[in-house]
């Protein structure tokens, strides 16, 4: 039951209905700390395409994000000016630094510091929101995250100590504990679940928090292939793409933060609930492809010309398509449905992937370039062309009409 006495003390560290809704200085260096992991994450890959480069890439990345996705969640909730919540938000950042260091390795001679940091991040959360908000009725949602993640990290311990082939198993099932808790809001017998209402306190917060997050993602497409570009002889071939791999830098920002980002300003507010939600796993697949087009960026400008390589075409095609399907699965969340023209693009790529493997690299990041103007381009049309018909209500660019009730 809670205590009266304590209750308004603890409730101060919940934020409340009006107040501010930027990023606090705070929350913006923390994001920082990510751009290391995701740059480890996209050289590692390059440099070992294989099923196992993907899952020595994936499973970390995955959990990496699941480090911000949450912690953004808790300064949506919680106010971030408070100092308890500053302590969680740089004890995250500094769990933060040592999985990225971890990620090359985080399989291997590293996996007890991977799996331990990311147990003690966010378990430690929950130590700290739990005893700082003893008497509230937000220390019940507090206590339901933190069951879950102690739970989740019996696996991650457990796989940290054994070989890598278990290893393998118990993670992916930890993630799959993390994630699905999640999706379920938390459930724990005798406390229920997170209440709805308790989901996108601060909307437009967590908007700018999501948008943010892709800008700095998407430099990753510029910093991984200007290293590798700094590193060698300049050339025709090279040269050109390293501008293609800029191009595409700017056409992704253009498909997801000029217009699913201004979109999620301002439609979180409208359905906090179902947006705040879901929107961490439409957004680790386009965090995902990112990673995967860097690095396919990062061995198209090393190594311009030649036949692809098979795995590289799924580097510099696939990864593209993984992040329109995280787009595509991010507009149905947000509005109940689809825009059929992206999958009508992302089937031409799918079709010409055969023939790719004949091209030079350059050229084949010149094609899937090609695709992605498409698809910005059809967006453009279809916003304009709903301005014409109706002015009044026009959707933010690129984007369906919302579905009515």
Known sequence: MPDPAKQPQAEALVRR???PQRATLLELLFDLVFVAAIALSSTTLAGDIGWHGVVRVA?????????WSITALTTDFYDPQRPQIQ?????????????AASVPEALGERALVFAGTYV???IGRGIILVASLGGSVAQVRAARFAIWFV????????????????RTILWPLALLVDYVSAGFRYPVPWLGRVPLHQYGKAGEHLGERYQQFMILALGDLILVPTIRYSQTEPSAARTTAFLVTFANALLLWQIYVYRAGSLLLTVVNRRPDRVVRWAPYSHVLMVAGIVA??????????????????GWVALIAGGSMLFLIGRTTFEYQVYSRVSWTR?????????L????????????????????????????????SARRHTPEAAEPPGEESPARP
Not at 293 to 310: E, F, K, M, N, W
């Open 17 to 19: 209905p009006g107040g």
């Open 59 to 67: 499973l970390p990345l995955a959990a990496v994000w699941w480090v």
């Open 87 to 99: 302590v969680v938000i740089v004890s995250a950042m500094l769990g933060a630094m040592m999985l």
């Open 120 to 122: 003690a991040v966010h």
């Open 151 to 166: 739970v989740s990290g019996v696996a991650w311990l457990v796989g940290a100590l054994v070989g890598e082939r278990l």
């Open 293 to 310: 087009t860097a690095a396919g960026s990062d061995l198209v400008v090393g190594q311009p010309t030649g036949r692809t390589p098979t």
């Open 343 to 351: 999958f009508a693009f992302m089937g031409l790529l799918l079709g």
């Open 353 to 384: 992937s055969p023939v790719l493997r004949m091209l030079p690299p350059f050229v084949v990041a010149i094609a899937v370039a090609s695709v992605l103007a498409g698809i910005a381009l059809t967006d453009t049309l279809r916003a304009n």
